[in-house]
Structures are given as structure tokens and as C-alpha cells.
């Protein structure tokens, strides 16, 4: 089994900036995928960002919407997510997960809220 704990998020003003970290343990296969997902009011949950770790490297991606803003980064089996430059849109409950082949582990979610 896998568990992932999650921190960060909070209260934040347009613009301004906030980091997530969400590290992982138990069962950890070296190749895999760590990111964030979110889910914003009245929208589908969407992949901000992730980091693949394989044989030949590490692969990044990123939302267009974040794009520019938000810079993902790992270390071992915790990766942190840096927001910068937030927008009341970024609202929303981001959730850390991990992928270990075909299985998905999900963190329990933080609440990030940027006012306007």
C-alpha cells in the first residue's frame, strides 16, 4: 500500500503565491508518475501538473492554465507544487496523487482559496 500526506495550501490574495508538498510512502516502485490534480467549483477535476520518474530521466508536465505560474518539483518520493502569480480561478481543493503502474493513490486533498 501506498499513503501520501499532503501540506500546504490556505488563504491567499491574487497574485500571491502559496506551495504545496505531498510526500509518499510504503510500496514505492522507482518508476512512476507524482502530481497534482484539482477540482474547482463547478468543473471536472484536472491535472495541474506531474513529474515521471523513469529510466531516463524525469518528464514534466504542466496545464496550460498554470503554465508559467506553477512549478512542480520532487525530491525522492515527495514533490511539491509552487504557485505563484494566483488568480481567483486557481481556487480549489488540489489533490496529491501518485501512479505506480496502472494503480492511482490519492492524498486527501487541501483546500488552496485566492481572493480577488
Known amino acids: 500500500q501506498v499513503q501520501l500526506e499532503e501540506s500546504g495550501g490556505g488563504l491567499v490574495q491574487a497574485g500571491g503565491s502559496l506551495r504545496l508538498s505531498c510526500s509518499a510512502s510504503g510500496s514505492i516502485f522507482a518508476v512512476n508518475t507524482m502530481g497534482w490534480y484539482r477540482q474547482t467549483p463547478g468543473k471536472q477535476r484536472e491535472l495541474v501538473a506531474n513529474?515521471?520518474?523513469?529510466?531516463?530521466?524525469?518528464t514534466i508536465n504542466y496545464a496550460d492554465s498554470v503554465k508559467g505560474r506553477f512549478t512542480i518539483s520532487r525530491d525522492k518520493n515527495t514533490v511539491y507544487l509552487q504557485m505563484s502569480s494566483l488568480k481567483p480561478e486557481d481556487t480549489g481543493v488540489y489533490y496529491c496523487?501518485?501512479?505506480?503502474?496502472?494503480?492511482?493513490?490519492w492524498g486527501q486533498g487541501t483546500q488552496v482559496t485566492v481572493s480577488s
Open positions: 496523487y501518485i501512479r505506480i503502474f496502472s494503480n492511482m493513490y
Open positions: 513529474i515521471a520518474t523513469g529510466v531516463t530521466g524525469a
